[in-house]
């Protein structure tokens, strides 16, 4: 048997007759969405819109459309059209949803982000329709023939949410209710930190604004911000909804409205960061870019990811900070310890370690107090900096809740693990990989 070339190369005459019947759905859901007024785009459409959009887009990625001329702007006005109807489908969840979110936003917080969620709701149906209509004339150009027939109302897709398995990789199984309830209260304070750091800020001059998104929210730290959050709202749904608990203590729903807003902002927020950098860093010598930008003005998305999605997504966790705040005490047993070093033991790296993987376990904020300087004991950086500066130290405080506190004090009395961890005892097997 001779030899065989492992690819074909398809003519783009052929190619299109291809095209046309994949993208057949496409094409009349996009005749359906464009004849519908804004204000009756619903997370239906959109969700329909990335189920049709994600199946082209692979379609033509099973060609190799992104490195050839003539489909390389097909590909990327499609995949652009599919993210920011990703980012559409969170909004337009937001939008059913926001007002039944239980929160402590003031009245003002409150009209403010209802404002500004249907501001950026208007202005992703309008890239949209404007990515459809590129959609169409371009495959128009290779000699696509667009059907006449609209969309089939059977093949209309549910919207229901989306169900996923509990994110739950890495946590270990909680002793109690209370203790499952702390841990998730004091995730959303952390996450809230993290927010409040960045510093987020309504920014109306073009140039400071698009300065201040590159130094602060890449891709890269959107997609960590949208995690953190999401990982938030799943704990909640595996530990907590639906509980006993959760129904005795209004403010734990309190707690997940604020968090859902903001997981639903910050999805948008990633999409719309990706449209941007994905074509800044391949700007092709086909002028795809080029071409795109010319459809899609980047200040235009910036200013609705940074003053309309980001500051309201950063308020939800710093007025919900103060609900976690509140819930913490309920929750945990607030102690305060005093521990001694032992001849010859010095706090160094390796029992520092075990120090933050106690904290880590139970989830709850411990503090670190060296000399009268305090730090987070759950951060191995901040535990190193603060031992490393008062090097003659052998007494050190800890305060938080009573579970960790009583295994760091059993870690102190046993030598900090300095004798193997084998020789722990059974309550800090864990340390070691024991259950």
């Given at each position: 048997?001779?030899?065989?070339?492992?690819?074909?190369?398809?003519?783009?005459?052929?190619?299109?007759?291809?095209?046309?019947?994949?993208?057949?759905?496409?094409?009349?859901?996009?005749?359906?969405?464009?004849?519908?007024?804004?204000?009756?785009?619903?997370?239906?459409?959109?969700?329909?819109?990335?189920?049709?959009?994600?199946?082209?887009?692979?379609?033509?990625?099973?060609?190799?459309?992104?490195?050839?001329?003539?489909?390389?702007?097909?590909?990327?006005?499609?995949?652009?059209?599919?993210?920011?109807?990703?980012a559409g489908f969170?909004?337009?969840?937001?939008?059913?949803?926001?007002?039944?979110?239980?929160?402590?936003?003031?009245?003002?917080?409150?009209?403010?982000?209802?404002?500004?969620?249907?501001?950026?709701?208007?202005?992703?149906?309008?890239?949209?329709?404007?990515?459809?209509?590129?959609?169409?004339?371009?495959?128009?150009?290779?000699?696509?023939?667009?059907?006449?027939?609209?969309?089939?109302?059977?093949?209309?897709?549910?919207?229901?949410?989306?169900?996923?398995?509990a994110r739950n990789?890495?946590?270990?199984?909680?002793a109690s209710d209370?203790?499952?309830?702390?841990?998730?209260?004091?995730?959303?304070?952390?996450?809230?930190?993290?927010?409040?750091?960045?510093?987020?800020?309504?920014?109306?001059?073009?140039?400071?604004?698009?300065?201040?998104?590159?130094?602060?929210?890449?891709?890269?730290?959107?997609?960590?911000?949208?995690?953190?959050?999401?990982?938030?709202?799943?704990?909640?749904?595996?530990?907590?909804?639906?509980?006993?608990?959760?129904?005795?203590?209004?403010?734990?729903?309190?707690?997940?409205?604020?968090?859902?807003?903001?997981?639903?902002?910050?999805?948008?927020?990633?999409?719309?960061?990706?449209?941007?950098?994905?074509?800044?860093?391949?700007?092709?010598?086909?002028?795809?870019?080029?071409?795109?930008?010319?459809?899609?003005?980047?200040?235009?998305?910036?200013?609705?990811?940074?003053?309309?999605?980001?500051?309201?997504?950063?308020?939800?966790?710093?007025?919900?900070?103060?609900?976690?705040?509140?819930?913490?005490?309920?929750?945990?047993?607030?102690?305060?310890?005093?521990?001694?070093?032992?001849?010859?033991?010095?706090?160094?790296?390796?029992?520092?370690?075990?120090?933050?993987?106690?904290?880590?376990?139970?989830?709850?904020?411990?503090?670190?107090?060296?000399?009268?300087?305090?730090?987070?004991?759950?951060?191995?950086?901040?535990?190193?900096?603060?031992?490393?500066?008062?090097?003659?130290?052998?007494?050190?405080?800890?305060?938080?809740?009573?579970?960790?506190?009583?295994?760091?004090?059993?870690?102190?009395?046993?030598?900090?693990?300095?004798?193997?961890?084998?020789?722990?005892?059974?309550?800090?097997?864990?340390?070691?990989?024991?259950?």
């Open positions: 048997m001779g030899d065989r070339a492992l690819e074909e190369v398809i003519p783009d005459k052929a190619f299109a007759a291809l095209l046309e019947r994949r993208s057949d759905m496409l094409f009349r859901l996009a005749e359906a969405l464009r004849s519908r007024a804004d204000a009756e785009w619903t997370r239906r459409h959109f969700f329909q819109l990335v189920s049709e959009a994600d199946a082209v887009e692979a379609f033509l990625d099973d060609f190799g459309a992104r490195h050839n001329r003539s489909f390389a702007y097909l590909r990327e006005l499609v995949a652009s059209l599919r993210g920011f109807a990703l969170s909004i337009a969840h937001l939008v059913l949803r926001l007002d039944g979110y239980p929160n402590v936003l003031s009245a003002g917080e409150a009209a403010s982000s209802s404002d500004s969620v249907r501001r950026a709701q208007a202005f992703l149906v309008r890239v949209v329709r404007l990515l459809l209509a590129a959609v169409q004339e371009e495959s128009r150009s290779h000699g696509v023939v667009l059907p006449s027939e609209t969309f089939p109302e059977d093949r209309w897709a549910s919207d229901v949410p989306r169900r996923k398995l990789m890495g946590q270990g199984e909680l209370e203790q499952k309830t702390a841990e998730i209260a004091s995730k959303f304070v952390e996450a809230a930190r993290v927010f409040q750091e960045l510093g987020i800020r309504r920014i109306t001059n073009e140039h400071e604004r698009e300065s201040w998104l590159q130094r602060h929210v890449s891709e890269e730290r959107a997609r960590s911000l949208e995690a953190s959050v999401h990982n938030l709202q799943s704990a909640y749904d595996t530990w907590v909804k639906g509980t006993s608990i959760e129904a005795a203590d209004a403010r734990l729903q309190t707690l997940r409205g604020h968090a859902s807003a903001a997981l639903h902002l910050m999805e948008a927020v990633t999409q719309l960061t990706h449209f941007v950098e994905r074509h800044e860093r391949t700007a092709r010598d086909d002028g795809s870019a080029r071409r795109i930008a010319g459809l899609v003005s980047k200040a235009d998305v910036r200013d609705v990811t940074l003053n309309h999605l980001l500051v309201h997504a950063a308020t939800f966790l710093q007025r919900g900070r103060s609900v976690a705040e509140d819930l913490l005490p309920s929750y945990t047993n607030f102690q305060e310890i005093e521990v001694d070093l032992q001849p010859e033991v010095v706090l160094h790296a390796r029992p520092a370690a075990l120090i933050v993987s106690i904290v880590q376990r139970y989830g709850t904020p411990v503090e670190f107090e060296a000399d009268g300087e305090r730090c987070n004991a759950g951060s191995i950086l901040e535990m190193m900096v603060t031992v490393g500066s008062y090097p003659d130290v052998r007494r050190f405080r800890f305060r938080g809740d009573e579970r960790p506190l009583r295994d760091i004090r059993l870690l102190f009395q046993n030598a900090l693990g300095e004798n193997g961890l084998d020789a722990l005892p059974a309550e800090l097997a864990y340390l070691s990989g024991g259950s």
